[in-house]
């Protein structure tokens, strides 16, 4: 016979806040991203006189003809998307192939290695010297100033380490008696094994590429090579525009300022986050795997 667990009126109380806490606090989280949207399809007189939108009265995409009437936003889109990929590309490979020979016990100069990791999480040379590095190597003005000083997170690193620690050895040790080489175990065994922390690292990397701006505005000094992330701090920070091309228009046409903002930020979120659902289910597995061995 099976038994049946009943909850206590004390644990339904309690399950029952925490979901009414979470639901109060996921519509909290989502209404703002919510009313961006709203009112970047908004006329900008109602946007005015309006507190709070969430369905717009007076629909307009006036700030999106706008936006796309010059090829200046497009130039800085292409720029993000080619500098997220090739730069979380690059932050794969360079970690895994750091991580892997790591995870190895017998390697010659592990500890000393580990050690210069760990400092680098704690103490690092600064904006200063940095910006000179990135001058002197001969990257200023160029895409891969924002790839390249990048390349690995300590954190990360470290974190994948633990991942192939926790694999098991037997299977390394028949891919050797089968004649597999160190590379050849790790494309053909250890990566297979590795898709949810790879998956989880990949979602990390490309979210800090596509949302970094500080890079771009230190080491790139043409405006055709700015990613999107600076034109949004250039239009929603700075009150600058020129992002698209009034000349188009008629002469009475003025620009929507105010609504132009929202759909910058609309363009520069959403992308992002249509990746997710392709990597939510290695995600949840992921964030959590080399967490716990050291």
Known sequence: MRYKY?????????????????????????????????????????????????????????????????????????????????????????????????????????????????????FSGGMIPTFLIVKEVGLLNSLWSLIIPGAISAFNLIVMKNFFQNLPEGIEESAKIDGCNDLLILIRIVLPLSMPAIATFGLFYAVGHWNSYFGAVLYLSDPDKWPLQVLLRKVVILAQGGVGDSDLFNESFVPPSLTVKYAIIVISTVPILLVYPFLQKHFTKGVLLGSVKG
């Open 6 to 122: 009943r909850a206590s009126l004390l644990e339904k109380l309690f399950d029952g806040s925490n979901y009414l806490f979470l639901t109060v606090f996921s519509i909290m989280t989502v209404l703002p991203f919510l009313y961006v949207v709203a009112a970047s399809f908004t006329a900008p007189e109602e946007v005015l006189s309006r507190d709070f939108i969430l369905i717009p009265h007076s629909f307009s995409i006036d700030a999106y003809k706008y936006i796309l009437s010059a090829d200046t936003v497009l130039k800085s889109i292409f720029v993000t998307i080619y500098v997220t990929i090739v730069g979380t590309l690059c932050n794969l490979v360079f970690t895994t192939l750091m991580a892997y020979p790591l995870a190895r016990k017998d390697l010659l100069g592990r500890r000393t290695m580990m050690f210069l990791i760990l400092f680098t999480m704690l």
